[in-house]
C-alpha cells in the first residue's frame, strides 16, 4: 500500500479515536438507542461465539472491509499525475478508509450489542455520508481543505440531535443523504454522462434499499424468503453496493471534470 493511503487511513484512525474517547467521556450517554437481539429479526445462534451468534448480520460486515482496502489499494491512475490527481486521490483514500473502519465498529455493535459500540455505529454513519458532499464540493470548487474540515466537523456535530430528540439521529441522518444526493445530482448536472448517471441511479437505488430493508426487518421475517437472510442483511448489502457506486460515480465524474484553478482561502 502507498504512502498516501496509509496517510489517509492514519487520518481517519485519528478521527476514529477522537469519537471513541467522545463517547466512552459519556457526552452521548443520553442518547435513546436499541440494543439487544430482539430487534433483529435474525434469530442468534446459541451455540456460536458472540462475534457470530447472528452469522448473517455479522459476516456481511467483511464486505465493508474488502471494498475499503479494495479501493485503498486501487492507484486511481485515470485521474493522472498532477497535484490535483494527488489531491483526489486523497479523497478517495479517505472514503476508502472510512469503509475499511466502519466494518469493524458494525462488527463490535452486533457481536457485543453494547450502548457504546452502537452509538459509535450511528456515530460513524453521518461523516461517511457527508464526505460525498466534499468530494463534490472538490470538483466545483477546487481544493479547499478548510471546508471539507468544516463539512465533517458540522457532521460530527449534527448527531447532537440525537439528544434533543428520541429521533434526532434519524433526522441527522435523512438531512445527510438527502445533501449527498442532491449534490451528486448537481456533479452529474454539469459535467456527467451516461456512465456516472448509470452509477448515480444505482446508488441511490442502493441507499432506498439500505433505508426501507432495515426498516422492515421485522416485517418481511414473515416470509421464508427473509428468515435467514433478513432485511437487515440485505440492507447491509445495499449499504455495501452504495457505497461502491459512490465510488464509481465520483471517479467517473473526476476524470471527466476540470478542476478549477486553486483559490485562497
Request: charged share 10%.
Amino acid at each position: 500500500m502507498k504512502p498516501e493511503s496509509w496517510q489517509a487511513l492514519l487520518h481517519v484512525a485519528v478521527a476514529g479515536c477522537l469519537c471513541v474517547a467522545t463517547v466512552f467521556a459519556g457526552v452521548f450517554e443520553g442518547v435513546f438507542i436499541q440494543v439487544g437481539y430482539e430487534h433483529y429479526a435474525e434469530a442468534p445462534v446459541a451455540s456460536l461465539p458472540a462475534f457470530l451468534a447472528m452469522p448473517f448480520n455479522s459476516l456481511i460486515n467483511l464486505a465493508y472491509i474488502f471494498l475499503g482496502w479494495y479501493w485503498l489499494q486501487r492507484d486511481g491512475d485515470t485521474l493522472g499525475h498532477s497535484t490535483e490527481a494527488a489531491r483526489a486521490r486523497y479523497l478517495k483514500n479517505i472514503f476508502a478508509a472510512m469503509a475499511l473502519l466502519y466494518g469493524p465498529v458494525q462488527w463490535l455493535r452486533i457481536g457485543t450489542q453494547a450502548r457504546l459500540a452502537a452509538v459509535l455505529d450511528q456515530w460513524f454513519t453521518l461523516p461517511i455520508f457527508a464526505w460525498p458532499v466534499a468530494w463534490c464540493l472538490y470538483l466545483d470548487k477546487g481544493w479547499r481543505p478548510c471546508i471539507f474540515l468544516s463539512i465533517e466537523c458540522l457532521s460530527l456535530a449534527s448527531y447532537g440531535l440525537a439528544l434533543l430528540h428520541s429521533r434526532g439521529f434519524e433526522f441527522a441522518l435523512g438531512l445527510h443523504v438527502l445533501t449527498a444526493v442532491g449534490q451528486a445530482l448537481r456533479a452529474q448536472a454539469r459535467t456527467g454522462g451516461t456512465t456516472s448517471g448509470t452509477y448515480l441511479a444505482l446508488g441511490v437505488l442502493s441507499c432506498l434499499g439500505f433505508v426501507t430493508l432495515k426498516l422492515w426487518d421485522h416485517h418481511l421475517a414473515q416470509w421464508p424468503a427473509f428468515q435467514h437472510l433478513t432485511g437487515h442483511f440485505w440492507s447491509k448489502v445495499c449499504d455495501v453496493l452504495q457505497f461502491h457506486f459512490a465510488f464509481l460515480f465520483l471517479m467517473n465524474v473526476n476524470t471527466s471534470q476540470r478542476v478549477l484553478p486553486d483559490k485562497k482561502l
